[in-house]
Nanobody, 119 residues
Framework: QVQLVESGGDLVQPGGSLRLSCLASTDLFSIYGADWYRQVPGKERELVASITLTDNANYAADVKGRFTISKDNRKNTVYLQMNSLKPEDTAVYYC?????????????WGQGTQVTVSS
């Protein structure tokens, strides 16, 4: 059973920084990459950043230039460095990855970590 455990969420003032971590129980990030999503109450979960197995990264328009996704394959960990945080970045952040086996795709999610940006 694959498990993803996020950490690093906190209350931070506008303009501040946080680094989220996501630890996987097995080596998936080096094969399938990973994503960070976020969700606020009443809204759908939205993709924030993605990283491929070859470390190519993509970002949502509203975080590009402020957030950086990275991974350490030796530690089975993916990170999200968030700088210049804004109140609208407040959300629960989720780590996601997937694997494919015999034509089926299995999705894995962490439990989420709360990020609150407020003065």
């Amino acid at each position: 059973q694959v498990q993803l455990v996020e950490s690093g969420g906190d209350l931070v003032q506008p303009g501040g920084s946080l680094r989220l971590s996501c630890l996987a129980s097995t080596d998936l990030f080096s094969i399938y990459g990973a994503d960070w999503y976020r969700q606020v109450p009443g809204k759908e979960r939205e993709l924030v950043a993605s990283i491929t197995l070859t470390d190519n990264a993509n970002y949502a328009a509203d975080v590009k230039g402020r957030f950086t996704i990275s991974k350490d394959n030796r530690k089975n960990t993916v990170y999200l460095q968030m700088n210049s945080l804004k109140p609208e970045d407040t959300a629960v952040y989720y780590c996601h990855t997937e694997r494919t086996n015999f034509g089926r795709t299995y999705h894995y999610w962490g439990q989420g970590t709360q990020v609150t940006v407020s003065s």
